[in-house]
């Protein structure tokens, strides 16, 4: 009897590869730049996704996207600040695809967006291999979370643009090691910028609103082209 081995999550990957590509060129002829936030529940996304908002809103036009599993809390915090967020239920998907994306970009004015900021749902795993239409991925992990977080997720590290390792204030009381975490992540993907930061640390947050607003200058010089 002929059997025919079909490769299922290499074809639901490629399906989804495809279409974040899609939902990228639709960002790139709005001069959007758009940031693909992964971590844990608690690492603190929402957090810098807030901080983000309230010292570059002023200078760029943001929007935001929320994903959660069946919650909107994020989604509501973040509205608070006046910015225009979509939340969006995953329902038992454990991550944002370019599906959910491409559906929640409908509901954007992306004409009128500098810089959208997408908060995947809150793990380590299923993140790491769907793509959005993201242009820089950023993984945040928390001190709190144990100083050997970063060398269990090895995947997510691999393949991400940006690791932010956040609450560093607390790390003394949780007998945990940033400079630890910084080396792990270094050692799986050595090219990897490392910022350090806490909210109660505003020269180490300046370092990430001075990294992202290069980035969105740039989009905008090429929406004026």
């Known amino acids: 009897m002929l059997m025919h081995v079909i490769n299922v999550g290499h074809d639901v990957l490629k399906?989804?590869?495809?279409?974040?590509?899609?939902?990228?060129?639709?960002?790139?002829k709005n001069g959007v730049l758009a940031i693909n936030f992964m971590g844990a529940i608690g690492s603190g996304k929402t957090t810098i996704i807030e901080k983000t908002v309230e010292n570059?809103?002023?200078k760029y036009r943001l929007a935001v996207i929320a994903g959660d599993v069946i919650a909107d809390m994020d989604a509501g915090r973040i509205a608070k600040l006046g910015v225009t967020t979509i939340p969006v239920n995953t329902g038992r998907e454990c991550h944002l695809d370019a599906k959910l994306v491409e559906k929640a970009l409908k509901s954007i004015d992306l004409a009128d967006v500098d810089i959208l900021l997408m908060e995947n749902v809150g793990n380590l795993i299923c993140p790491a291999d769907y793509k959005l239409g993201e242009h820089l991925r950023v993984v945040v992990v928390s001190v709190t979370e144990g100083d050997d977080i970063v060398l269990k997720h090895p995947m997510i590290f691999k393949h991400t643009d940006i690791a932010i390792i956040h609450k560093k204030d607390l790390a003394?009381?949780?007998?945990?090691?940033a400079e630890k975490m910084e080396a792990d992540a270094r050692h799986l993907n050595p090219d990897i910028p490392v910022l350090k930061t806490s909210i109660h640390d505003a020269q180490s947050m300046d370092k990430w609103f001075s990294t992202i607003s290069s980035m969105a200058d740039k989009c905008r010089e090429n929406r004026k082209d």
């Open 56 to 58: 570059l809103g002023d």
């Open 172 to 177: 003394e009381a949780v007998f945990a090691s």
């Open 15 to 28: 399906a989804n590869d495809k279409l974040a590509a899609k939902n990228q060129k639709l960002l790139d």
